[in-house]
């Protein structure tokens, strides 16, 4: 990857020059980023999904990703998330990696492990750790017994085994993944869950190969990314999102995340996804529009990777200026996608383009 920004499209728009990922091609820098929708029976996708991402590809979105996927059942974070952990999970994505098809855009899916932060109510529900195994609460994992807030139950440290079957998980539902149809994997390595916990210093206290120096600490994320690469086909993507940052001294930062995104790089990640914090729960975060794509631009600058940019991004200018100045390869925006599900379509307007109806809608609405 070089350092200069995306070309233009042929209307003027950086935001709609299309990207190129090994065999894939977006056909725009605007994708929609993994949103948990809680709303799951045994992690099957129903309905709601199809529509869900659905609706987003007929937007006009390049990249729809599915939600955070649970790759074994105690890696979700509520018993309502998403799973890819057999072949009906599958079976019950394809439909809708078909019809993100359809509409012209790419369908990811993030693969996850939850780790200490599993078995929680929705956020609706208050989002606290359910303990009580009749309210249908599980033991949860970790690198070390270290609970995500104080007076949780201790989660249970992985073991060699443990390690080697989360492993395994990642690569089974990968292969699930691409059997279903979609086109861009990424593994969720932010957020406080499984990988990150691996990553931060403040989650990790292992003493043993998988713990304490920060090559320790990435060997688990960097093993995983290594053997799904090996599963999946030459010409996929594959993308790692991760937090640049813990927001806490002595935690997981940029510096460290600039060195784990040149080794991702040397495995065969396309692209680093930069997010941040949410390791623990008292970390202040300073959020505020774009606060994340300078990370986003430190990482692409110095770990010579491409990078997506997420975080407050609601407006047009905005987007455009992130990827038109170089600071990121795409950007990916969430809740301004629930507000406005059609917000390429908008964009495309505002910054001058003629936007890319479907032919269903097209015909009308642009009748005069």
């Not at 790759?71 to 809708?96: F, M, N, Q, Y």
């Not at 992985?158 to 861009?184: M, P, S």
């Not at 997981?252 to 995104?261: E, G, I, K, R």
Request: hydrophobic fraction near 50%.
């Amino acid at each position: 990857m070089t350092d200069t920004a995306p070309t233009e499209s042929d209307t003027g728009s950086t935001l709609f020059a299309p990207l190129a990922l090994r065999g894939v091609t977006l056909r725009n820098r605007i994708g929609v980023s993994p949103m948990c929708q809680y709303c799951c029976t045994d992690g099957l996708a129903d309905d709601w999904h199809l529509v869900h991402l659905g609706s987003r590809a007929v937007g006009g979105a390049g990249l729809v990703m599915a939600e955070a996927t649970a790759v074994t059942p105690e890696g979700r974070i509520s018993p309502a998330d998403l799973g890819l952990w057999s072949e009906a999970h599958a079976a019950a994505l394809a439909p809708v990696a078909a019809f993100i098809r359809r509409m012209g855009a790419v369908p990811g899916i993030q693969l996850a492990h939850a780790g200490r932060k599993a078995s929680c109510l929705p956020p609706w529900a208050g989002g606290a750790r359910i303990v009580d195994r009749a309210a249908g609460a599980w033991d949860v994992l970790a690198p070390s017994a270290v609970p995500f807030s104080e007076g949780e139950p201790l989660p249970i440290a992985l073991d060699a085994a443990g390690i080697d079957a989360v492993k395994e998980a990642f690569v089974a539902a990968a292969r699930r993944a691409v059997a279903a149809g979609f086109a861009v994997i990424e593994l969720h390595a932010a957020h406080g869950y499984l990988l990150h916990q691996f990553l931060s210093p403040l989650s990790n206290r292992r003493v043993d190969a998988y713990g304490g120096s920060l090559d320790n600490r990435m060997r688990l994320p960097l093993e995983l990314i290594a053997a799904v690469r090996a599963v999946i086909p030459d010409d996929m993507p594959l993308l790692v999102r991760i937090s640049a940052t813990d927001w806490v001294d002595g935690g997981w930062d940029l510096d460290q995340s600039v060195l784990f995104a040149r080794e991702m790089a040397k495995l065969g990640v396309d692209l680093v996804d930069i997010s941040s914090g949410a390791l623990v729960p008292y970390a202040h975060i300073p959020a505020a529009p774009g606060f994340q794509v300078p990370f986003a631009a430190a990482i692409r600058k110095q770990a010579g990777v491409r990078t997506s940019a997420v975080g407050l991004i609601t407006e047009p200018a905005q987007a455009e200026a992130i990827v038109v100045t170089g600071q990121a390869d795409l950007v990916l925006l969430a809740r301004e996608m629930l507000r406005s599900p059609y917000w390429p379509l908008h964009a495309a307007t505002v910054l001058g383009r003629e936007p890319d109806w479907p032919q269903q809608y097209g015909y009308a609405v642009k009748r005069r």
